[in-house]
């Protein structure tokens, strides 16, 4: 979810003016995506690296999500939403993690869209800290090296209980991922839009999903093997 800094420059405000109005596209996409019977939607709303940002920005940032995160339960809730964070939490301020696992404990129940809030997270710390878990419980004889493949390295991951995408949208004219999800998005279709988040709204996110239902997806394979897979 990018662009809500330079939306709100191109209009002489402060940058948190526009993360404020970025909240307003959370509700429209999330919304969208439920409306379609989209099953997972995970949004990139605050990386390991924005740690570094100006601290004001940072600490606005915090309580912008933790009293939208409050505000916006019952509606989750009314619309069947579960919420699932992934990140370094336990990075985030106590009252923000107090928040969030709240906000978690009252929407486990639904079994609508699952709500994928990526938190204080970067791929890079993701694929550290699994491979981490693995050599501890491989010290420890819990799980033999030659046991380690794809699936076994996946229930490692912040993602394990989650699929890996099917489309990755990144707005705001930017063509690079920027440490999100890199084992994940191995397969994933790439979409592109020069709409800066705070613009971007339910028109846009199907339009990206037209445009992907127009690709062919191969996984390696050629063409002419896809064919024959439907076929059969």
Do not use: C
């Not at 509606?75 to 990140?87: D, E, F, M, R």
């Not at 033999?144 to 990144?170: C, F, G, V």
């Amino acid at each position: 979810m990018d662009g809500n800094g330079r939306w709100a420059q191109e209009k002489g405000q402060d940058r948190l003016f526009g993360h404020l109005h970025g909240v307003e596209s959370v509700r429209d996409i999330v919304e969208g995506a439920a409306e379609l019977g989209v099953h997972f939607l995970t949004l990139y709303a605050f990386s390991t690296e924005n740690w570094d940002r100006p601290e004001y920005e940072v600490t606005g940032l915090m309580e912008l999500l933790i009293n939208t995160i409050r505000k916006e339960v019952p509606t989750l809730n009314k619309n069947n939403i579960k919420l699932h964070v992934i990140g370094a939490v336990d990075m985030m301020p106590d009252y923000a993690q107090k928040a969030l696992d709240e906000a978690i404990a009252e929407t486990s129940t639904n079994t609508g869209l699952n709500l994928v809030m990526a938190l204080s997270y970067s791929s890079r710390w993701e694929i550290i800290n699994a491979t981490k878990k693995i050599a501890n419980d491989v010290l420890n004889g819990k799980l033999k090296p030659d046991e380690i493949d794809q699936d076994k390295y996946n229930q490692y991951l912040s993602t394990a209980a989650i699929p890996d995408p099917e489309l990755m949208i990144r707005t705001s004219g930017e063509h690079r991922i920027s440490n999100f999800l890199l084992y994940q998005l191995a397969y994933t279709e790439l979409y592109f839009t020069n709409t800066l988040w705070p613009d971007f709204r339910k028109e846009n996110l199907y339009e990206a999903i037209i445009d992907f239902q127009l690709r062919q997806r191969r996984f390696g394979k050629t063409g002419d093997q896809l064919k024959q897979d439907q076929l059969h």
